[in-house]
T-cell receptor
Framework: KAGVTQTPRYLIKTRGQQVTLSCSPI?????VSWYQQTPGQGLQFLFE???????NKGNFPGRFSGRQFSNSRSEMNVSTLELGDSALYLC?????????????FGSGTQLSVL | AQSVAQPEDQVNVAEGNPLTVKCTYS??????LFWYVQYPNRGLQFLLK??????LVKGSYGFEAEFNKSQTSFHLKKPSALVSDSALYFC???????????????FGPGTSLSVIP
């Protein structure tokens, strides 16, 4: 079974631009969560999607948005990029049906904003 | 609100010695606790979880964790450290969001473990 796939692996953007990151979950998984990882803040929860619906949202500004498609693939969009958005963005998938489930993570997209 | 604390940013241990990575948590209901490990330039990998039952949980790569309800702690342990255990370790809790009535997984800030040959 293929793991969680995130593309692209690296991105370099400039302030003010917008960016879209993609995540393909493990086959059969319907939940996709997104996290922002920075050295100072650790892993911050962005949002979670299940069957194309956002179930939970973290404390990020409206510039951060996401969506999930009918095949469970998810995209995350950041508009009007700021220097502070430079981070590793991680996607995690799970079946989404039980509290004891573990998360399966992709290798992440490293975003650098110049 | 739920939270997870890892009081040590960095833990150094000699190869062959026992290691402990500390975690304390705060949740509104029963805790669902997890440990994940992150190797350089990789995503996180699941190590072990506590849901209910025995307070000592065994996981991957020889790791185990001890759940202590009275101290609200879930410390990660290994009897004999390997150099290959050097990585970033995250404690996490799954808790119910009051706003949405759905779970979300909250991670601690991470502890960098260095095993010295």
């Amino acid at each position: 079974k293929a793991g969680v796939t995130q593309t692209p692996r690296y991105l370099i953007k400039t302030r003010g631009q917008q960016v879209t990151l993609s995540c393909s979950p493990i086959s059969g998984h319907r939940s996709v969560s997104w996290y922002q990882q920075t050295p100072g803040q650790g892993l911050q929860f962005l949002f979670e999607y299940f069957s194309e619906t956002q179930r939970n949202k973290g404390n990020f500004p409206g510039r951060f948005s996401g969506r999930q498609f009918s095949n469970s693939r998810s995209e995350m969009n950041v508009s009007t990029l700021e220097l502070g958005d430079s981070a590793l963005y991680l996607c995690a998938s799970s079946a989404g049906t039980g509290r004891s489930e573990k998360l399966f993570f992709g290798s992440g997209t490293q975003l650098s904003v110049l | 609100a739920q939270s997870v604390a890892q009081p040590e940013d960095q833990v150094n241990v000699a190869e062959g010695n026992p290691l402990t990575v500390k975690c304390t948590y705060s949740v509104s209901g029963n805790p669902y606790l997890f440990w994940y490990v992150q190797y350089p330039n990789r995503g996180l990998q699941f190590l072990l979880k506590y849901i209910t039952g025995d307070n000592l949980v065994k996981g991957s790569y020889g790791f185990e964790a001890e759940f202590n309800k009275s101290q609200t702690s879930f410390h990660l342990k290994k009897p004999s450290a390997l150099v290959s255990d050097s990585a970033l370790y995250f404690c996490a809790v799954r808790d119910l969001s009051i706003q949405t009535s759905y779970d979300k997984v909250i991670f601690g800030p991470g502890t960098s473990l260095s095993v010295i040959p």
